[in-house]
């Protein structure tokens, strides 16, 4: 195995995109799982696909097209629900299927044969290209960047946005800021799951987190490396078993979901103890 | 005493309703304010214009600065909009209460978590700084909310109903606490219970689109039927109470 890692370029950047997946897929992940956003986040992969039509009715680049109309759709949403009175699972529901149905109608109208539309759909990690790479080393930067920095406006936002009001002026500017990131995670995530799957890919992993932990912090560090190991045996297994490397990726995370889930039902349930308080002085 | 805050005829609407009309209030050093009123008369909102999440439409408020700055105000919201199940510890929300202090990119270091453990212990809640809130009863819920308030040893404190969801296990010690607190820091208190409340603050606002101050622990109901302030009297039994007759 190690050495087709080598030999075979595409191994070795499917390896790559394994990484840069679980690094952004953990961090999106843990708070869109927190914040209870996976509904939007499902709004917003479906309605990528709009982008991707259109870009291939136009002949620019898929994943271009898919981050252009996955941060409109976010933004769409929350402009729906904040001003125009639509409630916003109604208009997530809005945007889901425009998107689709965009999408639909542009691929319908680009003359010739899509060939690789497939791949949109259900992911192609083997033909990941050094583009996609790229956007994602990028983009895995600029989020553990934001997340080490911010670490505590991003906490207490998604925690409890009232009461950060009284501490920021910036709350807005935050949520905003945190779902575009989300949508492009998504977007750049599509390569490697599909629209269809990449939402598992962005929930199962910060589930698994949840099992063992309730701080936000190790959540996101434990949905990385869960992502990572979930990924990566995924690829193998899809290597060996000559099968569909996104799918099996899925399989592979709701397996070790299942594993980390007997793993935790086995533990000892927490006992809550009053202990001595703290040899400290006063206030 | 000295005045911290001065409100000189601030009004200010709520979902485009004009909720507050020209209203005075000058909050003294070591006061505890009862703040009384009908629903909807305008109580949190109040409390929202004096912290800065609502913009007065009209008037101003004055700080005195020597003594106060914004972010030297605790605050305990009516319904906390914590979610529950958030993945957080107490401690940590506990901590966020110093975000106010210490900016956008806060950092927490020993000592911080230290504070919050002071705090946690001060109200008896230290052995749940780090369970996540989805463990916790009304009142320790309470607890910790009133922990996020005082971690940044706050010159003036704004409760918003305090009492609506603390067990009543904990209620009098929850007010004996805001008596000791009292003697140091200044307390403005909005409460529907002023049977209860009138044990123990120094005087009253009522708040009814307009406010009457009152200056003093005791309200009667003509005084609350002068000012146009249409409140219920709850009466406690364990508490030493008047009931007066209405004429």
């Not at chain 2, 009098?172 to 403005?188: A, S």
Request: proline share 3%.
């Amino acid at each position: 195995m190690l050495e087709a890692f080598l030999d075979y370029n595409f191994l070795f950047k499917s390896f790559l995109a394994v990484i840069f997946g679980s690094i952004t897929a953990g961090i999106a992940g843990s708070y869109i799982v927190s914040k209870k956003m996976v509904f939007l986040s499902g709004g917003i992969t479906h309605s990528s696909f709009g982008g991707i039509g259109i870009a291939y009715f136009i002949g620019i680049s898929p994943v271009f097209g898919a981050a252009c109309f996955g941060v409109a759709s976010a933004l769409g949403i929350q402009y729906l629900a904040s001003r125009q009175k639509v409630s916003e699972d109604s208009a997530i529901g809005f945007l889901w299927a425009f998107g689709m149905a965009v999408g639909i109608i542009f691929i319908y109208l680009t003359p010739g044969y899509t060939p690789d539309l497939m791949s949109y759909l259900f992911g192609s990690i083997l033909t990941i290209n050094t583009a996609d790479l790229t956007a994602l080393l990028i983009l895995s930067a600029i989020l553990l960047f934001f997340f080490a920095r911010y670490y505590r406006s991003i906490l207490y936002v998604a925690f409890d946005e009232g009461y950060a009001r009284t501490f920021s002026s910036r709350v807005d500017l935050f949520k905003y800021l945190l779902i575009v990131l989300v949508s492009l995670v998504i977007v750049l995530n599509i390569r490697i799951a599909g629209i269809v799957l990449v939402l598992s890919l962005l929930t199962i992993p910060p589930n698994i987190a949840l099992l063992y932990t309730k701080n936000f912090s190790k959540m996101i560090i434990i949905s990385i490396i869960a992502g990572f190991v979930g990924m990566f045996s995924g690829l193998v297994a899809s290597w060996y078993l000559n099968i569909p490397t996104g799918a099996t990726i899925i399989f592979t995370l709701v397996l070790l979901w299942i594993i980390s889930r007997m793993v935790n039902f086995r533990a000892k349930p927490e006992i809550i103890k009053a202990k001595a308080p703290p040899p400290m002085s006063g206030i | 005493m000295s005045t911290l805050i001065e409100l000189k005829g601030i009004s200010a609407s709520y979902n485009g309703y004009a909720v507050l009309a020209e209203v005075n209030l000058k909050i003294r050093e070591g006061d505890f304010i009862g703040v009384i009123g009908p629903n909807g008369g305008g109580k949190t909102t109040l409390l929202k214009v004096i912290l800065g999440l609502i913009k007065p439409t009209g008037g101003e408020i004055v700080f005195n600065t020597d003594k106060i700055r914004r972010n030297k105000i605790g605050y305990l919201p009516q319904m906390a909009e914590g979610d529950n199940n958030f993945p957080v510890s107490v401690r940590d929300v506990v901590l966020s209460g110093l975000m106010i202090i210490k900016g956008h990119n806060a950092r927490m270091n020993r000592e911080d978590r230290i504070k919050a453990d002071n705090v946690l212990n001060e109200l008896g809640i230290y052995h749940l700084r780090n369970k996540s809130l989805n463990n916790l009863s009304g009142g320790e819920l309470q607890r910790v909310y009133l922990c996020r308030a005082l971690i940044g040893s706050p010159k003036l404190l704004l409760l918003d109903e305090p009492g609506s969801f603390v067990d009543t296990s904990f209620e009098q010690g929850f007010y004996d606490k805001l008596k000791e607190l009292n003697k140091t820091v200044t307390i403005m208190m909005v409460s529907h219970d002023v049977g209860t409340i009138s044990a123990f603050v120094k005087s009253f606002a009522c708040v009814n689109r307009k406010l009457h101050f009152h200056d003093s622990g005791r309200i009667t109901t003509e005084q609350l039927k002068a000012y146009d302030c249409p409140i219920q009297l709850i009466a406690h039994g364990d508490v030493p109470h008047t009931v007066l007759k209405t004429h």
